[in-house]
């Protein structure tokens, strides 16, 4: 006679998705919440920090014309429109793989980011005056990127498992891209754009950590495939921000500093400084939220 099989634990759920893992989702999220708050405090509140802002704006001009051809057409994209659409196409993806809480949520997450930012931006900071004839308003966090974004990141939350690591990749690629264009046109500052990636990233997290048995996944066939492409993005995501992250923090050591006095050179170091800034954020960002969807939406058996 066969044995019987031993039965489940009270209170576990067979299927149910990892605590571990959400948990961690959670403290990202609150980690990158801070990190929004901190990116004001430093570059924003702070006379030091809006000084080097200032060489960051100004040191845009150079070379503008040539490349504003290629950042207009980029920022152009990026609309309530482009809002709308993207929730759409989320929303398909999720009831093509029969997610329905999966769409709500995706939804919310885009939805709630977008909101965020213009409350974060028009009541929650305000920008004080201290540097003499650079005086206008909050811009922090930048509503371009932050639309762009919460559209990649709604995607990567949406798609099947096998396909998160190429949207991920290629939605840092686009979040890095429209963020950069709006420093090209002077629409925004640096800081700008690392808190609006920052202000997405904490919602992303949020929809991993409240993952839940109908918006997790179901690891078949394909799961081998998964984990190696995921392990690859991860990685070159990784190399990727931890190499800007370099240049940007020697860049903003130069102009703290102030080696070099001639302004040309403290804005194009400063400029440069920034734009690495954002690759930076954008993609660690990214592999974060990868890694963490990827782990917190494995089922367990």
């Given at each position: 006679?066969?044995?019987?099989?031993?039965?489940?634990?009270?209170?576990?759920?067979?299927?149910?998705?990892?605590?571990?893992?959400?948990?961690?989702?959670?403290?990202?999220?609150?980690?990158?919440?801070?990190?929004?708050?901190?990116?004001?405090?430093?570059?924003?509140?702070?006379?030091?920090?809006?000084?080097?802002?200032?060489?960051?704006?100004?040191g845009a001009a150079h070379g503008q014309y040539r490349l504003w051809t290629v950042a207009r057409p980029v920022l152009d994209v990026v609309s309530i429109s482009f809002v709308v659409l993207g929730i759409a196409v989320t929303a398909v993806v999720c009831v093509m793989r029969q997610r329905w809480v999966l769409a709500a949520q995706?939804?919310?997450?885009?939805?709630?980011?977008?909101?965020?930012?213009?409350?974060?931006?028009?009541?929650?900071?305000?920008?004080?005056?201290?540097?003499?004839?650079?005086?206008?308003?909050?811009?922090?966090?930048?509503?371009?990127?932050?639309?762009?974004?919460?559209?990649?990141?709604?995607?990567?939350?949406?798609?099947?498992?096998?396909?998160?690591?190429?949207?991920?990749?290629?939605?840092?690629?686009?979040?890095?891209?429209?963020?950069?264009?709006?420093?090209?046109?002077?629409?925004?500052?640096?800081?700008?754009?690392?808190?609006?990636?920052?202000?997405?990233?904490?919602?992303?997290?949020?929809?991993?950590?409240?993952?839940?048995?109908?918006?997790?996944?179901?690891?078949?066939?394909?799961?081998?495939?998964?984990?190696?492409?995921?392990?690859?993005?991860?990685?070159?995501?990784?190399?990727?921000?931890?190499?800007?992250?370099?240049?940007?923090?020697?860049?903003?050591?130069?102009?703290?500093?102030?080696?070099?006095?001639?302004?040309?050179?403290?804005?194009?170091?400063?400029?440069?400084?920034?734009?690495?800034?954002?690759?930076?954020?954008?993609?660690?960002?990214?592999?974060?939220?990868?890694?963490?969807?990827?782990?917190?939406?494995?089922?367990?058996?």
């Amino acid at each position: 006679m066969p044995a019987s099989r031993p039965a489940a634990p009270r209170g576990h759920d067979p299927g149910a998705p990892p605590v571990a893992p959400r948990v961690v989702a959670a403290v990202f999220a609150l980690v990158m919440a801070v990190g929004v708050h901190l990116t004001w405090r430093a570059f924003v509140a702070t006379r030091a920090g809006q000084q080097v802002e200032e060489y960051a704006f100004d040191g845009a001009a150079h070379g503008q014309y040539r490349l504003w051809t290629v950042a207009r057409p980029v920022l152009d994209v990026v609309s309530i429109s482009f809002v709308v659409l993207g929730i759409a196409v989320t929303a398909v993806v999720c009831v093509m793989r029969q997610r329905w809480v999966l769409a709500a949520q995706v939804a919310a997450l885009i939805g709630g980011s977008n909101a965020t930012t213009q409350v974060v931006k028009h009541w929650v900071y305000d920008r004080p005056h201290l540097l003499p004839g650079w005086n206008r308003p909050n811009s922090l966090p930048s509503g371009h990127t932050t639309v762009a974004m919460s559209v990649s990141v709604g995607l990567l939350i949406a798609v099947p498992r096998t396909w998160r690591p190429t949207v991920a990749v290629l939605g840092a690629g686009w979040t890095a891209a429209t963020g950069i264009s709006t420093l090209v046109g002077q629409w925004h500052t640096p800081s700008d754009v690392v808190a609006a990636v920052l202000v997405v990233g904490v919602w992303g997290a949020l929809v991993c950590a409240l993952t839940t048995h109908a918006t997790g996944d179901v690891v078949g066939a394909g799961g081998a495939l998964a984990t190696r492409s995921t392990v690859v993005a991860g990685v070159l995501l990784g190399v990727i921000g931890a190499a800007s992250t370099l240049a940007a923090g020697l860049s903003l050591a130069r102009v703290w500093s102030g080696t070099g006095s001639a302004r040309f050179d403290a804005g194009l170091i400063a400029y440069a400084g920034g734009v690495a800034g954002v690759v930076a954020v954008t993609t660690v960002v990214f592999a974060v939220l990868l890694l963490v969807r990827q782990s917190t939406a494995r089922l367990t058996a």
